[in-house]
T-cell receptor
Framework: SQQGEEDPQALSIQEGENATMNCSYK?????LQWYRQNSGRGLVHLIL?????REKHSGRLRVTLDTSKKSSSLLITASRAADTASYFC?????????????FGKGTKLSVKP | KAGVTQTPRYLIKTRGQQVTLSCSPI?????VSWYQQTPGQGLQFLFE???????NKGNFPGRFSGRQFSNSRSEMNVSTLELGDSALYLC????????????FGPGTRLTVT
């Protein structure tokens, strides 16, 4: 079953603009991660934020986490055509077995040159 | 270090056949998880192996099975293939259970006709 739900499902922007994607989840978590997937390929880990953190940065990426609202956002600043991909949030199976991630359905980002 | 490798990359099978997919984790990684990705259901967890033992299983029928060898390499098997099994099968590895960041392979694209 899906834990995270990303919003919007699709986003189209121009190069240089910022892209913001949101994720909501249903149950308590230990951490939340964001992954990128280029068309039909494997997933690439972008960033992990723990439940006791509120904001984290990595290069042009900024992630926020609001555990009271069970939501997270991913901001990509100064986007590039190479950022075109699908972005997924994933949560751990809090209180359950380890070793599996629960993914949302993803946001498809298109960055036009 | 070499990344996660999966073989074969593409596979076409007919209904009723069985298939075996292979995954070699990053050197030193002991946990291997498998996911199925389809347009309709998104990314869904299949199972996780650690130290040659299945530690966690998703909500899939018994036709889906797997194993892990002493060198941490893993295989998954799907018997009596159905059209709905057509999907991208992704393998992910991590150093230890509970290390939530997972490293994904490029996937095996299975088409069932």
């Amino acid at each position: 079953s899906q834990q995270g739900e990303e919003d919007p499902q699709a986003l189209s922007i121009q190069e240089g603009e910022n892209a913001t994607m949101n994720c909501s989840y249903k149950t308590s978590i230990n951490n939340l991660q964001w992954y990128r997937q280029n068309s039909g390929r494997g997933l690439v880990h972008l960033i992990l934020i723990r439940s006791n953190e509120r904001e984290k940065h990595s290069g042009r990426l900024r992630v926020t986490l609001d555990t009271s609202k069970k939501s997270s956002s991913l901001l990509i600043t100064a986007s590039r055509a190479a950022d075109t991909a699908s972005y997924f949030c994933a949560t751990d199976n809090y209180g359950g077995s380890q070793g599996n991630l629960i993914f949302g359905k993803g946001t498809k980002l298109s960055v036009k040159p | 270090k070499a990344g996660v490798t999966q073989t074969p990359r593409y596979l076409i099978k007919t209904r009723g056949q069985q298939v075996t997919l292979s995954c070699s984790p990053i050197s030193g990684h002991r946990s291997v998880s498998w996911y199925q990705q389809t347009p309709g259901q998104g990314l869904q967890f299949l199972f996780e192996y650690f130290s040659e033992t299945q530690r966690n299983k998703g909500n899939f029928p018994g036709r889906f099975s797997g194993r892990q060898f002493s060198n941490s390499r893993s295989e998954m098997n799907v018997s009596t293939l159905e059209l709905g099994d057509s999907a991208l099968y992704l393998c992910a590895s991590s150093f230890h259970r509970g290390q939530y960041e997972q490293y994904f392979g490029p996937g095996t694209r299975l088409t069932v006709t």
